[in-house]
């Protein structure tokens, strides 16, 4: 992964262990913080880092997301660290910048230098030349893209974007891992080109959709997901369009008889998927069902009546 070899008289165990803790880690990770000083009073301070004494060297940092695309201007976060561990383990942050293509100053010397677009990111080991002269030019593409997530409802009207939700994962060895959660509908996930499972999440319960998407490198992937499902809200009446009773407590079954959610509020509003439902309501120590059918239609209203949806009390699960 990186172009240098690392020289014969370190240790390549510890300075690998260290590399993969530092691809993995975001960029805001907790990493010893200190600035280089060309002089010192420690007379073993060159012996803790690769860095050599000597004037500093301009060093030009730029990116892009392909190999054919254009020099990113912002959106990238850089990092700089020394090669060896200190005695903790750690490389030392020797520079750090935000934005686009940056210009930093270093120390002639080896470094390792980290360029991260959201969760896509690149390491290098690079070695600042002695010589002077104009500024030393480091590229990376970061074989990156985006991702745009939406969704509509079955009947295409546009899902409520305070109750939809999204989880991106990846599959890595078998396994799959989570990349990101909780993402709202509009936002754009910075990742590694490649192939991701998204997963849609509307309301609390039941309504879920999956997807398999392609991220590809310097392109933005807008997609937009159907979700079949309705807002569903609860009422019991003593006639048909009447005032909901008060002191109304509910229970929701899905069609195999398990118990999807409980109220406690007189007209419950809730989202549901496509498919069999049952409302049990009970006031006053009497039990009232009705079996509905939720489609996607958007929002949908299920009225239960004193006369006509009285509950079957011998059937099991009633006491």
């Known amino acids: 992964m990186f172009p240098h070899r690392t020289p014969r008289h370190h240790s390549l165990r510890p300075i690998a262990a260290v590399m993969a803790g530092l691809l993995l880690a975001a960029p805001t990770a907790t990493l010893a913080q200190s600035t280089p000083s060309v002089h010192s009073d420690d007379p073993f301070s060159l012996m803790r880092g690769t860095q050599q ?23 990238l976060f850089w990092r700089v660290f020394t090669t060896i561990p200190d005695t903790n383990g750690r490389l030392r942050l020797v520079a750090s910048a935000e934005g686009g293509t940056k210009t930093i100053e270093l120390s002639p010397g080896d470094y390792f230098i980290n360029c991260a677009f959201g969760r896509a990111s690149a ?55 989570l990349v990101a959660e909780d993402i709202a509908p509009g936002s754009i996930l910075r990742l590694r080109a490649g192939t991701y499972d998204v997963v849609s999440s509307y309301g609390t319960l039941n309504a879920e959709t999956h997807a398999r998407l392609k991220v590809k490198a310097g392109e933005i992937t807008d997609a937009k997901l159907k979700i079949n499902a309705a807002e569903v809200t609860l009422k019991l009446a003593g006639e048909t369009g009447g005032e909901a009773l008060a002191d109304t407590a509910w229970t929701v079954l899905g069609a195999s008889g398990d118990v999807l959610t409980e109220s406690s509020s007189a007209m419950p509003t809730m989202i549901l998927a ?27 209203d299920v009225e239960l009546l004193l006369s006509e949806n009285k509950a079957n009390t011998d059937a099991d699960g009633f006491d």
């Open 53 to 75: 004494p000597g004037e500093k060297r301009p060093v030009k940092l730029e990116a892009r997301l392909a190999e054919d695309g254009n020099v990113m201007r912002d959106g």
């Open 274 to 300: 496509e498919g069999s439902y049952t409302a049990v309501a009970r006031n006053q120590d009497n039990l009232f069902e009705k079996t509905f059918t939720v489609s996607s239609a958007g929002t949908e």
């Open 123 to 177: 390491t290098r080991k690079v070695r600042i030349a002695h010589e002077a002269g104009e500024a030393e030019q480091i590229s990376f593409v970061l074989n990156a893209g985006g991702l745009m997530l939406n969704a509509r409802l079955g009947d295409g009207k546009p899902a409520s974007a305070s109750e939809l939700r999204f989880s991106v994962y990846e599959d890595h060895d078998d396994r799959r891992e």
